[in-house]
């Protein structure tokens, strides 16, 4: 009986292990971080990919200036005349969150893209015709790095 017992417990607990690291690999998500410098502003697009599908799933994208070191608009209300109509753009699309800070001596602006959950029609007003509904169509990670590096971008490890 007491044998049976051990069996039955060392049998339970390995198909508790198996189910656990069944269910955890399925979950798990890589990130991939993209930085570019360029005339007074600090751009990191972070990605969130499904790395066995190489399939990115979302990106997040923050983007620091300094309002002295911007090439034409200088000031912080000129900032703001430039960004709020763009950033109008944004509200009530479902998948995206964007967001402006205006600090004292630069502004953080961070949009977020959740491709799995994106209203293709309505961000096609942000993103442009050329994107492609990320439901019909997988965004490799591969690709999107190569597309990083081309554009001037260096991943940060």
């Known amino acids: ?50 790395e066995s599908e190489d399939k990115v799933i979302k990106q997040t994208t923050k983007l620091v200036g300094e309002y002295a070191k911007l090439p034409s608009t200088k000031t912080k209300e000129a900032v703001q005349k430039v960004l709020d109509p763009i950033a109008e753009k944004y509200k009530g699309i479902k998948g995206i969150k964007h967001s402006i800070d205006y600090q004292d001596d630069k502004f953080v602006e961070e949009t977020e893209i959740d491709y799995e959950n994106l209203d293709y029609e309505k961000s096609k007003t942000v993103l442009g015709k050329n994107f492609q509904d990320p439901a019909k169509t997988k965004i490799s990670m591969k690709k999107t790095e190569e597309m990083m590096s081309g554009q001037g971008y260096t991943e940060v490890k």
Not at 20 to 49: H, L, P
Request: glycine share 6%; aromatic share 6%; with cysteine.
């Open 1 to 50: 009986m007491r044998k049976l017992k051990n069996i039955l417990l060392s049998v339970a607990m390995m198909l508790v292990v198996i189910l656990s690291t069944a269910c955890s690999g399925k979950g798990s998500n890589a990130t991939k971080t993209f930085e570019k410098e360029k005339n007074g502003m600090k751009t990191t697009v972070t990605y969130t990919y499904i």
